[in-house]
T-cell receptor
Framework: DADVTQTPRNRITKTGKRIMLECSQT?????MYWYRQDPGLGLRLIYY???????NKGEISDGYSVSRQAQAKFSLSLESAIPNQTALYFC?????????FGSGTRLTVV | DQQVKQNSPSLSVQEGRISILNCDYT??????FLWYKKYPAEGPTFLIS?????DKNEDGRFTVFLNKSAKHLSLHIVPSQPGDSAVYFC???????????FGQGTRLTINP
């Protein structure tokens, strides 16, 4: 089993729909992150969480929300999806030894 | 405002030769730098890192060089192998910030 699991792997949704991307980890790390990858822009930080009660906005949080349901689970929601949120989304965890990324969720908003 | 920049979107190198990937940064508070490698349909995986107290770190075929005065780092891969074909991301963090800032990525292609 992967240390960081993202579901779904691929999703196509319509403009205006609410969608949730889920992330779970088996590493026992407190710190979790959501990034999005766009061509030519690299990975940009959306939200991050240092523990269940600590949620922080990243550089591009507008249009997104998150929920840290437990140490192992960190979900990203798009309340009303728009086409420019089409991207590859990565969840990651952090320990003193570095970051571990999930395999990504490819989201397409049509 | 891109704090970490990889100005070469792509690089093509012959197998066996040296690959040099470059990265520039603007934030003088960055004190830890990392390189990640990403294959299609997979998440980025850690490759090598360097602290600002060093100017070189080596791990097998991979060496990272840091020039703090120029705010520049580079990743050298020698010899390059076909399996090195991937997208490489440079990333940086500030002391205590515990979050990474990534560059745009460079797609490296190793030709036989």
């Amino acid at each position: 089993d992967a240390d960081v699991t993202q579901t779904p792997r691929n999703r196509i949704t319509k403009t205006g729909k609410r969608i949730m991307l889920e992330c779970s980890q088996t590493k026992g790390h407190d710190r979790m992150y959501w990034y999005r990858q766009d061509p030519g822009l690299g990975l940009r930080l959306i939200y991050y969480s240092f523990d269940v009660k600590d949620i922080n906005k990243g550089e591009i949080s507008d249009g997104y929300s998150v929920s840290r349901q437990a140490q192992a689970k960190f979900s990203l929601s798009l309340e009303s999806a728009i086409p420019n949120q089409t991207a590859l989304y990565f969840c990651a965890t952090f320990s003193g030894f570095g970051y571990t990324f999930g395999s990504g969720t490819r989201l397409t908003v049509v | 405002d891109q704090q970490v920049k990889q100005n070469s979107p792509s690089l093509s190198v012959q197998e066996g030769r040296i690959s040099i990937l470059n990265c520039d940064y603007t934030n003088s508070m960055f004190d830890y730098f990392l390189w990640y490698k990403k294959y299609p349909a997979e998440g980025p995986t850690f490759l090598i890192s360097i602290s600002s107290i060093k100017d070189k770190n080596e791990d097998g075929r991979f060496t990272v060089f840091l020039n703090k005065s120029a705010k520049h780092l580079s990743l050298h891969i020698v010899p390059s192998q076909p399996g090195d074909s991937a997208v490489y991301f440079c990333a940086a963090s500030e002391r205590g910030a515990q979050k990474l800032v990534f560059g745009q990525g460079t797609r490296l292609t190793i030709n036989p």
